[in-house]
């Protein structure tokens, strides 16, 4: 059983940035980033293994996010830079027992727990 809490979220003009965080009640071997915007289908943001030093990061946010952990905190972070209006969503932290979730592609959606989410607004 594993509880995770998300914070950081806000509201912001476009350009702008912000640094999400979600604390984990222990360690899982996978943890992630996924985003819903209302309307639309989650999307997974990204995602890095406890042990490995692989990232995945979605598509439409590659090169602009940055995921990281401090193992010592059980804490992954979102570092999000240059946002934009499409980035407004729901953000949810997620973490999975299982390594090799952390490696799948296409980007895994079955993740075993989840945050209840951060709110991200992006003005244009």
């Known amino acids: 059983q594993v509880q995770l809490v998300e914070s950081g979220g806000g509201s912001v003009q476009a350009g702008g940035s912000l640094r999400l965080s979600c604390v984990a009640s222990t360690n899982v071997d996978c943890m992630g980033w996924f985003r819903q915007a209302p309307g639309k289908e989650r999307e997974g943001v990204a995602s890095l293994p406890r042990i490995g030093v692989s990232t995945n990061y979605g598509a439409s946010v590659q090169g602009r996010f940055t995921i990281a952990q401090d193992k010592a905190k059980n804490s992954v972070y979102l570092q999000l830079t240059n946002l934009k209006p499409e980035d407004t969503a729901t953000y949810y932290c997620?973490?999975?027992?299982?390594?090799?979730?952390?490696?799948?592609?296409?980007?895994?959606?079955?993740?075993?727990?989840w945050g209840q989410g951060t709110q991200v607004t992006v003005s244009s």
């Open positions: 997620a973490a999975d027992a299982h390594l090799s979730t952390c490696y799948r592609t296409p980007f895994a959606t079955d993740f075993g727990y």
